[in-house]
C-alpha cells in the first residue's frame, strides 16, 4: 500500500475553520441577535428608550455577524 498523505490539504492548509467552529459563530451570533431583540422588546414595554436603542444595536450586531458567518461557510463551500 501507497502512502497516499502528500495527496490531502488540510483544513489549517486552506485556512479554512473547521465545521464545528462555524458553527459556533453562528450560534454566538444569533444569541447575541436574540438577546438584543429581547431587550428591545423589554424596553418598548417600560419605556426606556436608551435601553431599547442598546437593545437595537446589539440585534443590529447580531445580524451583521450572522450574515458574515452565512457568507463565510457559503464561499467556503463552493
Known amino acids: 500500500m501507497e502512502d497516499s498523505k502528500g495527496k490531502f490539504v488540510t483544513q489549517s492548509e486552506t485556512g479554512e475553520l473547521p465545521p464545528m467552529d462555524q458553527v459556533e459563530g453562528r450560534v454566538e451570533a ?4 436574540l438577546e438584543g431583540a429581547a431587550r428591545e422588546s423589554v424596553a418598548q414595554g417600560t419605556q426606556n428608550e436608551e435601553l431599547e436603542r442598546e437593545g437595537r444595536e446589539l440585534r443590529e450586531e447580531g445580524e451583521r455577524e450572522l450574515d458574515e458567518q452565512r457568507g463565510e461557510s457559503e464561499g467556503s463551500s463552493q
Open 30 to 33: 444569533e444569541m447575541k441577535r
